[in-house]
Every structure is written in C-alpha cells, then in structure tokens.
C-alpha cells in the first residue's frame, strides 16, 4: 500500500544588507522537483510526497548566522522559523554553504533544505536523498572508508540514494533501507508500519 506524505514547499530568499539576494528557485521548478523526487521514493519505497503548499519568504539571517548562504546556523533559523506542517517542510534556497546541509540529523522538525541547482534531474535525487533522511535514513558510508580489496562494496555506495557523495541516476535501496523507511516515524505518522 502507498504511503503519501504532504510536503510544503518554502522558497527562501536571503536579504543582506537592506537587498534582496539572488533567487533561482520558481514555484514550476520546484514542483518538478518535488514530482520527480516523489516518484523516485515511490518507485524505491512505495512512499510518495505530494504537493502541499507553496509559499515565498524573503528572510533576513541572524547576526550568528552566514548573511549570503545559508549555514548550519541559518538552517536551524530557518526550521524554527517555517516549521512542517502535517507532513515535511522543504526549504528551497538558492545556496547552502555546505551540500550535506540538509535532513540528516533534522527527523524530528521534519525540515529539510535543498539548493538550487540547474540540472533538475540532480536536484530531485537531492531532495529525494533529504526526504529519504526524513524518513530515517543515514548515510550509508558514514564513518566507514573502503580499503584495498573493498572495492564492490565502494561501488555499492556510491549507486545507493543515501550515499554521502555525488548521487548516481540509478539511486538505489536496500530492502533494509526499504524496511526502515516504511516503518520509519514519519511513514507510521500516514499508515506504515
């Protein structure tokens, strides 16, 4: 049975000093996105995110936070400001000081951020990597480096959604990352198990 999860979409554009930054992201591109992004999870999981709303802010960082990126500091700002609604947050900026900087460690608020970036393609398979941290999924090489004579198990890591590095087109996942991500607290939260 299909999981569906409502996802809000944010696009964020960052003021500095009294003016308004660049901003790529528009209301079509990053439906798209979040389209093709869904129906990679779903093809995988069996869990769709659809469109919920969709709105445009323009925010001021911080004084601790970077003023033209968003960092580590501008991320937390930003999920406690536009805080999930039933589902999952996006938060789409035009960039992020750090790529990583997105859904890992951030299951509880829900809230993922994703730069923009041209190739839609890409940007799906990282949205779809920060919606797959949302559902309970690490990195699959986290703290672990192939040596001499691992090199399949290198190879696998590196087709697989959840990889650290560069996303491969095929995005693969484990029966086990299925598991864990249908039975994941926010896959409960719309009827999985």
């Known amino acids: 049975m299909a999981i569906t999860i409502p996802a809000d979409l944010t696009i964020v554009t960052l003021r500095s000093r009294?003016?308004?930054?660049?901003?790529?992201?528009?209301?079509?591109?990053?439906?798209?996105?979040?389209?093709?992004?869904?129906?990679?999870l779903r093809s995988r999981t069996n869990i769709e995110f659809s469109r919920g709303t969709v709105e445009r802010v323009v925010e001021e960082m911080p004084s601790d936070?970077?003023?033209?990126?968003?960092?580590?500091?501008?991320?937390?700002?930003?999920?406690?400001?536009?805080?999930?609604?039933?589902?999952?947050?996006a938060l789409l900026v035009d960039r992020a000081s750090r790529t990583e900087l997105g859904?890992?460690?951030?299951?509880?608020?829900?809230?993922?951020?994703i730069a923009y970036g041209s190739d839609v393609a890409a940007?799906?398979?990282?949205?779809?990597?920060?919606?797959?941290?949302?559902?309970?999924?690490?990195?699959?090489?986290?703290?672990?480096?192939?040596?001499?004579?691992?090199?399949?198990?290198?190879?696998?890591?590196?087709?697989?959604?959840?990889?650290?590095?560069?996303l491969n087109p095929a995005a693969e996942l484990t029966e086990t990352q299925v598991q864990a991500a249908r039975s994941s607290p926010l896959a409960r939260r719309f009827g999985g198990r």
């Open 18 to 40: 009294g003016g308004e930054l660049a901003q790529r992201w528009t209301e079509e591109y990053a439906t798209s996105v979040l389209r093709q992004a869904s129906d990679l």
């Open 65 to 89: 936070a970077a003023s033209e990126t968003v960092d580590e500091a501008g991320y937390h700002f930003l999920a406690a400001t536009h805080k999930a609604g039933t589902g999952v947050r």
């Open 103 to 113: 859904g890992q460690s951030r299951q509880q608020t829900r809230v993922c951020l």
């Open 123 to 166: 940007t799906s398979r990282m949205m779809a990597h920060e919606l797959g941290h949302l559902l309970s999924l690490p990195h699959v090489d986290g703290g672990r480096r192939p040596g001499p004579g691992q090199e399949r198990l290198a190879a696998a890591w590196m087709r697989n959604l959840m990889y650290s590095g560069a």
